[in-house]
């Protein structure tokens, strides 16, 4: 079955560094979510890539869609306090499964 | 604004009880989800359902069973808890758009179990 992996686990950011997270699936995707859960609460959706090598921007976040689509990344640049938490990367598969990786949780360090 | 509610934030269980945990949507979602969130495993899928009365086999199913008679309610239940069951369980639910056009899912504030 379709499996989403994710690394790294950790990332422990200095505030102003820059960080890249990492998706990967063991099968073609249709496309990626990614979705962010703050300490304490639950995810929420941050956007879906369809295309094959898609890039797309929200402020100081850059998700980007492998050539292949098996993988995807997520780029934050200048870190801020307010980025701490987990990221997840969700693949859908056609039976309507939706899959989680483990997610990059993110410590930042003022 | 979409809400997801579950029943709720906390619950202690003795092992072998049997657990219902309620799940309801307020936007007419076709598809609806369980997972459990553990340190480390991320978000892992117990059973979906895709439509009413529709149920699915996540990737961990094992020790739960679920039943959505109504579109907006989805249970999941814990035939006989055991201390492994201990966990942060998520409920999330989307719209069904087609095989080709996914949606987003809208996650509930979670439910803590604990099994003593």
């Known amino acids: 079955g379709q499996q989403v992996m994710q690394i790294p686990q950790y990332q422990h950011v200095q505030e102003g560094e820059d960080f890249t997270t990492y998706c990967n699936s063991s099968?073609?995707?249709?496309?990626i979510q990614w979705y962010k859960q703050r300490p304490g609460g639950h995810p929420v959706f941050l956007i879906q890539?369809?295309?094959?090598?898609e890039v797309k921007k929200q402020k100081r976040l850059t998700f980007q869609f492998g050539e292949a689509k098996k993988n995807s990344s997520l780029h934050i640049t200048a870190t801020q306090t307010t980025d701490v938490g987990t990221y997840f990367c969700?693949?859908?598969?056609?039976?309507?499964?939706?899959?989680f990786g483990a997610g990059t949780t993110v410590t930042v360090r003022a | 604004d979409v809400k997801v509610t579950q029943s709720s934030r906390y619950l202690v269980k003795r092992t072998g009880e049997k657990v219902f945990l309620e799940c309801v949507q307020d936007?007419?979602?076709?598809?609806m989800f369980w997972y459990r969130q553990d340190p480390g495993l991320g978000l892992r899928l117990i059973y979906f359902?895709?439509?009413?009365?529709?149920?699915e086999k996540g990737d961990i199913p094992e020790g739960y069973s679920v039943s959505r008679e109504k579109k907006e309610r989805f249970s999941l239940i814990l035939e006989s808890a055991s201390t492994n069951q201990t966990s942060m369980y998520l409920c999330?639910?989307?719209?069904?758009?087609?095989?080709?056009?996914?949606?987003?899912?809208?996650f509930g504030q979670g439910t803590r179990l604990t099994v003593v």
């Open positions: 999330a639910s989307s719209f069904n758009r087609g095989r080709l056009v996914n949606t987003e899912a809208f």
């Open positions: 099968t073609t995707l249709s496309n």
């Open positions: 890539l369809v295309k094959s090598g």
């Open positions: 969700a693949g859908w598969s056609n039976d309507y499964k939706l899959s």
């Open positions: 936007m007419d979602h076709e598809n």
């Open positions: 359902s895709y439509d009413v009365k529709m149920k």
